[in-house]
Every structure is written in structure tokens, then in C-alpha cells.
């Protein structure tokens, strides 16, 4: 006769609940920990104490809101790393402040974005200028990719402008209201007329509301009217530029210090957040 022991029996039940149990909760808690999507910040750094001043900036806030959001971000200045085996490991790529030179990494960024990869970039990204420390020698990029060309002019001092959302339903600015005031920022215009192009979608530019934008001292910093886009995407890539980028500097005080910042403005980041969750989803 087989004698039970019910006592031993029921914590052995009991034991293997609560190893499922703790299983289910490990496999729950990977799951969560798995980010979203993954961002790559490539900055230089060094051209430019605003721009080096928004690099900073831009590193610690996309650090805070991957945090907030379940996404990794991580950032670098070796553009070395501008490789296909590199790239492997995101989904989304940030131009801080530059664009790569060389040849071999030009061509990684590329094939990156023609194989379905996400990019972001802000103000300096596009700029071009020949002949100038940033020639225009890579018509992919500044004519087909952005579809700016090379730059036209900028406006001085950096100055806060109130923008126009051009296209209310686009998911990177459907949150947007009808207009906005901006942070101060050096606003570009370019060579290429981007309203001729058929690939580009323009999402943001400059209300006439503005005018006169800058503050010179030179003529020619101060605008007074015309059509100038400040954020657009590409029809034939996961792609958003943004002209933002260029935080305002004491430099008549001789303090280098800041005077105002790209990230404090909450109407703004809902663009880039908004533009975040929109590249980062899969093709």
C-alpha cells in the first residue's frame, strides 16, 4: 500500500507556481527592458561655441528622454564609427552638428538610409558652402537627401521666430499648433528652391509674423520677407531636418556663456519627440 504525503505534495505544487511565476516575471521584465528603438547622436564638437554649446544640450536631453520613452541613445564624436557593421546596432541616426567627409563613411550613411535606416538632422547638418571649410562635394546628401544645395545666407543675432506648421497631419507635427514661437536660433536659407521639389515635404517654416527676423549688425542678416522652410522630410527616406541647432552665445560680453537653450521650449520638443516615435517605428 502506497502511502501519500499530502503535506509534501502540496509544497511541491506549491514550489512549482512559484517557480512559473518568477519565470513569467523575468520574461516580463526583459521584455520591458527591450528599448523600443535604438538612436546613434554623431556630433564634432569643436566649429562653433553655439553649436558646441547645443551639443551638449541635445546629448543630455535625448539621454533624459530615452529614459522616459524606453529607447537607448548613445552618442559619439568618432566618426569612424559612420560604418555598416556600426550601424547594425540602430534604427535611427542623428547629425548633432556635422555631416561626415570621408568618402567610405559617406557611402555607409548611404547605403544606411537606402537599406530603410532613420535620420535626424539639426541646423549645421545641412550646411554646405563653396569654396568654405564645408565645400559642397557630396550632391547626394545637400541635392537629393536634404534637396538644399548649398547654403544662401543666415539671419544675426540668434533670434527667436514664430513658425507656420504647414502640414498639420504629418505624425511628426500633428501636435503642433497652427503657429508657434521658436527658440532663438540662426536661421539658414539655401540655394534650392525646396518647393520645387517633389520629394520634399515641408512641415515648418517661417511665419511672415516674424519679420523683421535678426538683429545684424549687417543688412543682409536681417529678413524682412520671403519663404524660408526650417523643418522637412524626404518622400524617398525616413528622414527629418530640422533648422534648429544654434543656441545664443555672449559673445559681446566675452563670456562664452549661454544665453539661451534649443530644449526648453515644450511646443518644440513635441517636433522631435513626435518625429522620434514616427522614425523609429519599422519600416
Same mark, same amino acid.
Not at 501636435?175 to 517633389?198: G, Q, V
Given at each position: ?7 509534501? *505534495?502540496? &509544497?511541491? *505544487? ?6 512559473? =511565476? ?14 523600443? &528603438?535604438?538612436? *546613434? ?9 553655439a553649436h558646441v554649446s547645443f551639443v551638449h544640450e541635445a546629448n543630455r536631453w535625448f539621454a533624459g528622454l530615452a529614459r522616459k520613452m524606453q529607447f537607448s541613445y548613445d552618442s559619439t564624436k568618432n566618426w569612424e564609427n559612420l560604418n555598416s557593421e556600426f550601424l547594425k546596432n540602430y534604427e535611427i541616426v ?13 557611402? #555607409? ?12 538632422? &539639426?541646423?549645421?547638418?545641412?550646411? #554646405?558652402?563653396?569654396?568654405? %571649410?564645408?565645400?559642397? $562635394?557630396? $550632391?547626394?546628401?545637400?541635392?537629393? &537627401? =536634404?534637396? #538644399?544645395?548649398? @547654403? ?6 540668434? /533670434?527667436? #521666430? ?13 501636435? =503642433? ?10 536661421? @539658414? ?14 512641415? =515648418? ?22 519663404? @524660408?522652410?526650417?523643418?522637412? /522630410?524626404?518622400? +524617398? ?5 530640422? $533648422? !534648429? ?5 555672449? @559673445?559681446?560680453? +566675452? !563670456? $562664452?556663456? %549661454?544665453?539661451?537653450? /534649443?530644449? /526648453?521650449?515644450? *511646443?518644440?520638443? +513635441?517636433?522631435?519627440? %513626435? ?9
Open positions: 500500500m502506497i502511502r501519500i504525503n499530502c503535506c509534501k *505534495i502540496t &509544497f511541491l *505544487i506549491r514550489l512549482n507556481l512559484l517557480a512559473l =511565476l518568477m519565470l513569467f516575471s523575468f520574461s516580463l521584465s526583459a521584455q520591458s527592458l527591450k528599448p523600443k &528603438f535604438r538612436v *546613434i547622436g554623431f556630433y564634432t564638437g569643436i566649429n562653433d561655441k542623428l547629425f548633432l552638428d556635422s555631416r561626415p567627409d570621408k568618402q567610405e563613411q559617406r557611402v #555607409a550613411f548611404e547605403q544606411f538610409m537606402k537599406g530603410g535606416g532613420a535620420w535626424m538632422g &539639426f541646423h549645421f547638418a545641412a550646411f #554646405a558652402l563653396t569654396p568654405s %571649410d564645408f565645400p559642397q $562635394n557630396w $550632391n547626394w546628401y545637400h541635392n537629393e &537627401f =536634404l534637396g #538644399a544645395g548649398e @547654403y544662401k545666407g543666415n539671419t544675426w543675432r540668434p /533670434t527667436a #521666430a514664430i513658425l507656420r506648421v504647414e502640414r498639420p497631419h504629418h505624425p511628426a507635427s500633428q501636435h =503642433l499648433p497652427p503657429t508657434f514661437k521658436a527658440s532663438p536660433n540662426e536661421w @539658414y536659407s539655401w540655394k534650392n528652391d525646396l518647393r520645387k521639389n517633389p520629394d520634399i515635404d515641408i512641415l =515648418l517654416s517661417i511665419d511672415p509674423s516674424s519679420f523683421p527676423l535678426g538683429t545684424g549688425p549687417k543688412a543682409w542678416e536681417i529678413w524682412h520677407k520671403g519663404d @524660408y522652410p526650417v523643418v522637412w /522630410t524626404n518622400r +524617398k527616406y525616413r528622414m527629418l531636418y530640422i $533648422n !534648429m541647432g544654434h543656441n545664443d552665445i555672449d @559673445y559681446e560680453g +566675452k !563670456m $562664452n556663456r %549661454d544665453l539661451s537653450q /534649443t530644449f /526648453t521650449n515644450d *511646443i518644440q520638443n +513635441k517636433l522631435v519627440i %513626435d518625429a522620434l516615435k514616427w522614425l523609429g517605428k519599422q519600416k
